[in-house]
């Protein structure tokens, strides 16, 4: 049986159970925090508060996108894992330029270097995070090596990367470059957060032309980033994931709304591609903010408005259970 990495260590698909593929449990505070404070989630009690809420309503796994470098803290992820009792996966890759400090490596870093560090963090372990977000060189990162840890060494289960307006920019381009090397290498899964306004098929064929299997990659935020439906079929038809996450946030639509988005899928036969989560930040996790939804939105009220809507407990098991352990086993 296949292994998934988690922040724990290894664990079988089969203990997957309920996974949402994008959240965000730890953020320390950084360059993402200057520009919206309700990006950082730094306290390890209430993380771990807000972990085994998910777990009492019936979770079992979060994919963490928070990528090193950019304010990710595995000793968070860590504890909380641990105290609740479910499974995490840290991510490595790069967020969006604008989510770093100007001086910060990953304005600089090569193609061979970023490839390295990713390799790193997901065969051996990750990085220090402090020293990663610091103004330290990729040089001086990959000198230090991993991170101890005192022995809690983890290692990265997922690439996150991010598709911004600028695409296939040079510096983006270099850093795809090094994420393809790294993918097609290990088969790892690679999670994409696609920026509204950009062609995702683009970047769908850069990898696919440089021997990324299709369908280790997950589109995330597609419900909000792009109302062109087409697109989603063609995403879908080629074999890659679509992760919807635009749930609970009504600033950008009802939920009804983006129900209709599942069943407009599920009807055009690409139910086996669909993903979801709430892609939460400090304002709606309840142990950070008693107003928000909380990490337990999705089982404890969002299930049951999709099941309310004619789609049936089968195909909410597809979504929420059986594509999150096809799309993470390695082949
Ligand atoms: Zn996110």
């Known amino acids: 049986m296949s292994e998934i990495i988690t922040v724990m260590g290894p664990v079988g698909t089969g203990s ?13 505070k950084g360059k993402s925090y200057e520009i919206n404070p309700a990006l950082c989630i730094d ?22 996108a928070q990528p090193v470098g950019c304010n990710r803290v595995v000793s968070i992820l860590q504890s909380a894992s641990e105290k609740a009792g479910i499974n995490i996966i840290c991510s490595t890759g790069f967020h969006k330029m604008a989510f770093y400090p100007e001086k910060h490596w990953i304005h600089s870093v090569t193609e061979n270097e970023f490839y390295g560090i990713l390799r790193t963090e997901l065969l051996q372990g990750t990085y220090s995070d402090e020293m990663a977000d610091s103004l330290c060189s990729a040089e001086d990162l990959t000198a230090a090596g991993p991170d101890d840890r005192n022995g809690l060494q983890t290692k990265a289960g997922i690439i996150k990367i991010a598709y911004d307006r600028e695409e296939l920019s040079p510096r983006y381009r270099t850093l795809f470059e090094a994420t393809a090397r790294c993918a097609a290498e290990t088969d790892c899964c690679v999670m994409i957060h696609v920026e509204g306004g950009t062609d995702p098929r683009r970047l769908q064929k850069f990898f696919t032309e440089r021997g990324i299997n299709p ?39 009802s939920d009804e709304e983006e129900i209709g988005i599942f069943r407009e899928m599920i009807r055009r036969g690409y139910l086996n591609k669909l993903l979801y989560s709430l892609d939460t930040t400090r304002e709606r996790l309840k142990s950070y903010n008693p107003d928000g939804i909380g ?13 309310d809507s004619g789609i049936s407990a089968e195909e909410l098991n597809a979504i929420s259970v059986l594509n999150p352990a096809t799309y993470l086993s390695r082949i």
């Open 16 to 28: 997957l159970k309920a996974v949402q593929c994008h959240e965000h449990l730890a953020i320390s």
């Open 43 to 64: 306290d390890a009690e209430k993380s771990a508060e807000e972990a085994a809420r998910f777990r009492e309503a019936g979770g079992q796994t979060l994919i963490d």
């Open 215 to 253: 369908q280790r990659l997950m589109f995330c935020h597609m419900d909000r980033a792009c109302a062109d439906l087409e697109k989603h079929f063609g995403i879908a038809e080629e074999g890659s994931y679509l992760e919807y996450d635009t749930i609970g946030r009504f600033k950008y639509h």
């Open 295 to 307: 990490l337990d939105y999705i089982l404890k009220i969002f299930n049951r408005k999709m099941m």
